[in-house]
Nanobody
């Protein structure tokens, strides 16, 4: 019913930039928070950045000052601009959205399939 599709991942050299996009579609009345998570091999999944419908943001300490999360509510799309990338940023990045399908529904978490970001040294 709800699909999240990420794009923008790829291979980049250290110091470079990538812009991730995630578009939500389907039965959507509204979206509360949206965010990006990442998981590197052998590590726990961690929150990278999150943004509320009103634009309030939260970042992991490791990406503050380098990454910027934004969203276009009209397009149900969230972005992650990643600058000054480091090899430690290498991970599968997952998009998350808390979606209400109708005015009577509670918000439910939906996830994208993930997009791989590889930062070479």
């Amino acid at each position: 019913q709800v699909q999240l599709v990420e794009s923008g991942g790829g291979l980049v050299q250290a110091g470079g930039s990538l812009r991730l996009s995630c578009a939500a579609s389907g039965s959507i009345f509204s979206i509360n928070a949206m965010g990006w998570y990442r998981q590197a091999p052998g590590k726990q999944r961690e929150l990278v950045a999150a943004i509320t419908s009103g634009g309030s943001t939260n970042y992991a300490d490791s990406v503050k000052g380098r990454f910027t999360i934004s969203r276009d509510n009209a397009k149900n799309t969230v972005y992650l601009q990643m600058n000054s990338l480091k090899p430690e940023d290498t991970a599968v990045y997952y998009c998350n959205a808390e979606v209400r399908k109708d005015p009577t529904a509670d918000g439910m978490d939906y996830w994208g399939k993930g997009t791989l970001v590889t930062v070479s040294s």
